[in-house]
């Protein structure tokens, strides 16, 4: 039974997410919505949780290893992903959908200030595998 999660990872660009999307609804509001919506997030980004909850299943024989994902993509690009993850659902209720896209003008264009067209990132992966009788 293969199963992959994605590891907790931060880097300048999650950070400037996060900062940005924190000074438009409030920091604390945007982490709780986060906490709220996906509050395992952070138990399945180990690889010691992991195991125990593949052994816990029943798998025996079970192996994780944690590697890293390599992203490139535009600055577009990236926001849009940004867009359907928690915080980005979350911003886009609490400020509405001009308050929203003036909001995401606001980060297209600070992100490209800072980083130029091109978002390059890597973040861990945790897979693992276990095998039942």
């Known amino acids: 039974m293969p199963v992959s999660t994605g590891g907790r990872g931060s880097d300048a660009y999650s950070d400037a997410w996060n900062e940005l999307l924190g000074s438009a609804v409030g ?3 945007a982490r709780k919505a986060l906490e709220e919506v ?3 997030e952070a ?3 180990t690889a010691e949780n992991v195991v125990a909850a593949l052994r816990a299943a029943g798998f025996e024989q079970v192996r994780v290893e944690i590697t890293e994902l390599e992203h490139a993509c535009s600055v577009a690009e990236y926001l849009a992903g940004r867009e359907l993850n928690a915080g980005g659902r979350f911003g ?3 400020l509405g959908e001009r308050g929203w896209r003036q909001f995401l003008d606001h980060a297209e264009a600070e992100f490209r200030r800072r980083f130029g067209e091109v978002v ?3 973040r861990p992966v945790v ?3 276990g095998t039942t009788t």
Request: glycine fraction near 12%; proline fraction near 6%; hydrophobic fraction near 40%.
């Open 38 to 40: 996906a509050p395992s």
């Open 120 to 122: 390059r990132y890597a």
């Open 127 to 129: 897979l693992g595998v």
């Open 27 to 29: 920091g604390d509001a």
């Open 43 to 45: 138990f399945w980004s």
């Open 92 to 94: 886009r209720h609490t």
